[in-house]
Structure formats: structure tokens, C-alpha cells
Antibody
Framework: QVQLQESGPGLVKPSETLSLACTVS????????WTWIRQSPGTGLEWIGC???????NYNPSLKSRVTISVDTSNNQFSLSLSSVTAADTAVYYC???????????????????WGQGTLVTVSS | DIQMTQAPSSLSASVGDRVTITCRAS??????LAWFQQKPGEAPKSLIY???SLQTGVPSRFSGSGYGTDFTLTISSLQPEDFATYYC?????????FGQGTKLEIK
């Protein structure tokens, strides 16, 4: 059974860097896209970015200047770093897996299938 | 960014009802559309991908359809455990974007 578990501080001070890790169990971190998503009452679900097992990344342009996602294949983990945080970055942060599919209709792509339980990060002094 | 718009924002229904939620993309996304279910205090759960393919373990009362810009999620006969918030999401391009959600409540 594949499981994703987020970990990291639940409280971060304004202007500091938010750092979270997602530990993957039951699945190799290779050959998938690994994603960070956040959710706050004000902005709903927001895609932060993703990383492929090779280290190739895509970031949301709205956060790109502050975001770094990295992967540690030896420990089956990937991580999120978000710098210069403000109260607007207060949210529940989820990690998720995108899996490749190819179906009988000839369609193929990468879609979310597994999510972590989420971790609340509050930005406050 | 591709904007995803869901309708309605909230919906009241009874056990056994058939309900439909719509999702519209601001530009064509072929069938790169997923649906998620989220209950209070829980992470979203993946229901459907490629507009109409059910994730493993999802009951057959859930179905999806659509192509291009207009999509629907249908629950054929509501069960008590289906009362939740539902989100659509496009994965045609980066950044991935989500609808604002449809809250399905018990009438």
C-alpha cells in the first residue's frame, strides 16, 4: 500500500523559510512525478510545483521565485522549501503522486492518484 | 493559467438522489481532467482521471464525462458517505489548476 507522509514544523515565522519533507512508502520514488499542493480557506487548492525522479521540476509561476522542490531517491523522500513566507502562506500542505496512465482509448498522461494526509503550517511571529 | 469553474458551488440532495456537478475550463484541455472528493479534516481523494476513468476502488455510482472545455461528475445514487466537497482539476498544462469546489450537503 502506497503512503505519503508530510513532516516539518507547524509554525514558521514571517520572512523565514518553510521546509517540509514527504516520505514515500510502498512505492519507489522513481518514474513518477511528485507534487506539492496547498489549501487555505481563502485560495482553495493551489498547485505549488512538482519534481520528476530525475530532478526535473515545474513550479507555479505565482510562487516560482520562492519555491524549491528537491528529491532524495536514496531515502525515498522529496522536499519543499518556500522562502520569505508571510501570513498568506498559512495553509495545509499536501504532497501527492502523479502516475502515468495509458488507456484503451489511446489517451495517456500523468494524473494524481495518491495524496498525503496533509500538514498545517501556520506563519506567525 | 487555465481557470476551472465549477457549478453549483453548493448543492443539497437526499440519499438515493442522482446529482451532477459541472466543471468548465477556460480553454480546451482535451480530456486531461480529474475529480477529487474531500471530507472535512481529510486530504482529497482521487476519484476520476482522464475525464471518465475511475481510480481503483472508486464505486461505480461515480461517473465522469466531457471533452474539451465542459465536463461533468455524476453520482447515480447518493450514499451517506458521498456528502463531501468535490473538486475538478486540469492537468493539460502547468500550472495544474483546480476548481473552487462544490459542497454536497444532505437535504
Amino acid at each position: 500500500q502506497v503512503q505519503l507522509q508530510e513532516s516539518g514544523p507547524g509554525l514558521v515565522k514571517p520572512s523565514e523559510t518553510l521546509s517540509l519533507a514527504c516520505t514515500v512508502s510502498g512505492s519507489s520514488i522513481s518514474t513518477y512525478y511528485w507534487t506539492w499542493i496547498r489549501q487555505s480557506p481563502g485560495t482553495g487548492l493551489e498547485w505549488i510545483g512538482c519534481i520528476y525522479s530525475t530532478g526535473s521540476t515545474n513550479y507555479n509561476p505565482s510562487l516560482k521565485s520562492r519555491v524549491t522542490i528537491s528529491v532524495d531517491t536514496s531515502n525515498n523522500q522529496f522536499s519543499l522549501s518556500l522562502s520569505s513566507v508571510t501570513a498568506a502562506d498559512t495553509a495545509v500542505y499536501y504532497c501527492a503522486r502523479e502516475t502515468y496512465y495509458s488507456d484503451s482509448r489511446g489517451y495517456s498522461g500523468h494524473a494524481f492518484d495518491i495524496w498525503g494526509q496533509g500538514t498545517l503550517v501556520t506563519v506567525s511571529s | 493559467d487555465i481557470q476551472m469553474t465549477q457549478a453549483p458551488s453548493s448543492l443539497s440532495a437526499s440519499v438515493g438522489d442522482r446529482v451532477t456537478i459541472t466543471c468548465r475550463a477556460s480553454q480546451a484541455i482535451t480530456n486531461y481532467l480529474a475529480w477529487f472528493q474531500q471530507k472535512p479534516g481529510e486530504a482529497p481523494k482521487s476519484l476520476i482521471y482522464a475525464a471518465s476513468s475511475l481510480q481503483t476502488g472508486v464505486p461505480s455510482r461515480f461517473s465522469g464525462s466531457g471533452y474539451g472545455t465542459d465536463f461533468t461528475l455524476t453520482i447515480s445514487s447518493l450514499q451517506p458517505e458521498d456528502f463531501a466537497t468535490y473538486y475538478c482539476q486540469q492537468y493539460n498544462t502547468h500550472p495544474r489548476t483546480f476548481g473552487q469546489g462544490t459542497k454536497l450537503e444532505i437535504k
